[in-house]
């Protein structure tokens, strides 16, 4: 096993083998796990908010689910991964407080970086073969490199690997 590479809240980061990419406290954040089956090359994005275009400060590009899955991509491109061989894993996105006002869709943020992360994939024709998201519990996760093996972990619940 190599180095476990921490990928920071509205972060992004980028790993071959033997190396692991992990980010700690997703809650309504969500981790995008990209990975090339054949080159191995690995990518992870802590997208925090859905859509870049909703804020006016918005130069953080790893923040945003439209311009972070991006920059991922472009990323993992420069070390080799090809489009067609990248499957996404995708966990978090979770409802961490109480709202009396449940039908106020901006304070679903989890449930929004969730929409926007699937629709931001279905536009690059990268398919989400597992996920974990949504509820009210948040999430630690590691992908590893060599396996494409996404695993998360959450207080008080069972270790979970898809």
Not at 66 to 78: A, H, N, P, Q
Not at 118 to 140: F, M, W, Y
Request: aromatic share 4%.
């Amino acid at each position: 096993m190599g180095q476990v590479i921490k990928v920071g809240m509205a972060d992004l980061n980028i790993c071959t083998v033997p190396d692991s990419l992990t980010t700690l406290g997703l809650g309504s954040c969500v981790g995008v796990a990209l990975y090339d089956k054949v080159t191995k090359v690995t990518g992870l994005a802590h997208v925090m908010l859905p859509s870049s275009k909703e804020i006016s400060n918005n130069s953080n590009i790893a923040k945003f689910a439209d311009t972070g899955i991006d920059e991922t991509l472009r990323l993992m491109r420069e070390k080799g991964a090809k489009t067609e061989n990248i499957v996404a894993k995708i966990a978090g996105g979770a409802q961490m407080f109480a709202f009396s006002l449940r039908s106020n869709d901006m304070l679903n943020i989890g449930e929004r970086n969730v929409k926007a992360v699937k629709k931001k994939l279905s536009e690059l024709n990268i398919p989400i073969i597992a996920e974990d998201t949504g509820l009210s519990h948040g999430r630690t996760v590691i992908i590893d490199s060599n396996t494409g093996i996404f695993t998360i972990k959450a207080v008080g619940k069972k270790l979970k690997e898809i």
